[in-house]
């Protein structure tokens, strides 16, 4: 069974977009990067501030990500954005996202993120642990 | 009687935050930026892409702006962005932004831009050039 | 006797301009905050990980900034960003930037930003703190 | 025989980092993008204003990239990045960056781009092009 997935509308904004007139590329990692967040927002009704909080975690730092463009956007455009997570692992886990522009796939993403607290030990230090097990419930919820 | 005014919702984004956890301030301006550009989305019923080739313009480029910081604001916060123009020149005009989160003031922003075109001797160019009337029209119907 | 001036000089980025061709505008905004550290780095001999760190400090968050934008820049374009710390008070200072290309001014920035510490009642918060006064003696070194 | 391969040295910026202290993925790509432009600069000893001019081009917008995080970098942190081109093909090229810190491998990106043009039927439109034989030469030559 697929986990929740998530849609965002939205509209390509004029800063967005470079010289050629089109997104500049690091723009469509931004949106995909809020796109994660709104998908967990949603699973655990609550703000990242609030759950990142709650689980005394840091944030899910990224590992791995790769991304295609097939059809340029540019200011103006509406796009959509579906996310969704491909797979759960102990720490780390994968997500999916597809932007589509009229009904058709402009930019496809991927990408490998995992559950980060800080180090007790010490503090400036970021490490890896275990996602919290009701976290990964509350995705097949959907 | 005042002209148009627009609001716009939103949600702070992790990627819009500092290491201090609160929104590094050059994203104000990337909302204040986005904020007129929906507020003349509005008022003409075209987007961004649509009104500039309509009217043979390359936008509003920015000649003076100014933005207070009063509260600051952090990612999950949910605020409010409300943007006016408070003044239409001849082919300049001055636009009011004010950020509100939980319905008290946190960032108040001014803006002066000029409406601009590609100079025929030389594209590469950008000139000012006055405010079509009927775009200023659109402002007052509101 | 006027404080410490440090001067940065850098190429503007495809990336950092619209599709009018031009800077838009925010970027200033970075280009202004990375030259205040780099006159607080040159000012103290440390990066701004190892000063803030040094002294308990979590930054100098913006209080009110403005900026005049008088001739355009475009990608390639090299520029120099000449930045001075116009006023210290008890909390709170001023700079000035100035960003020339070809010997003409640019744009002209200021802003008012606060010395700053987290709140140890609730280390979520922010409060301003008087600026330590060895700091402000390596800019008058200068 | 491999092409010319530039080396940028830069430090991380404030801005460019999140609430966890470390640089905000999306940055990385800008840096890239800032560094495969680096590349062709100095392979063709004119800036990308004055070669995308001279070639009739309007740059090389990305078709696919991938980028991997292997150990985080905060602000004040100095980082090397080397970037050289792996493969020319007729109209598209692939980059590979690889990101020092301390001399250890910090991030490593790919990317494959197309050399594009505007379309003489529709100059809205952007279509890739063979990449002239002289630019190829330039990456040779080094």
Known sequence: MPYLTNIVARRIQWGECDPA???FYPRYFEMFDASTTALFERALGMTKYQFT???GAVGYPMVDTRARFLIPA???DDVIIETTVAEFRRSSFDV??????DGKLA???S????????DKADPSRIKSQP???DIIARFEAG
């Open 74 to 76: 540019r200011f103006g």
């Open 21 to 23: 007139g089109i997104v």
């Open 111 to 118: 990408e490998t993120r995992v559950w980060a607290v800080r």
């Open 107 to 109: 930019v496809e993403g």
């Open 53 to 55: 909080n709650a689980y």
């Open 131 to 133: 996602i919290p097990r």
């Open 96 to 101: 999916r996202h597809r932007i589509l522009k």
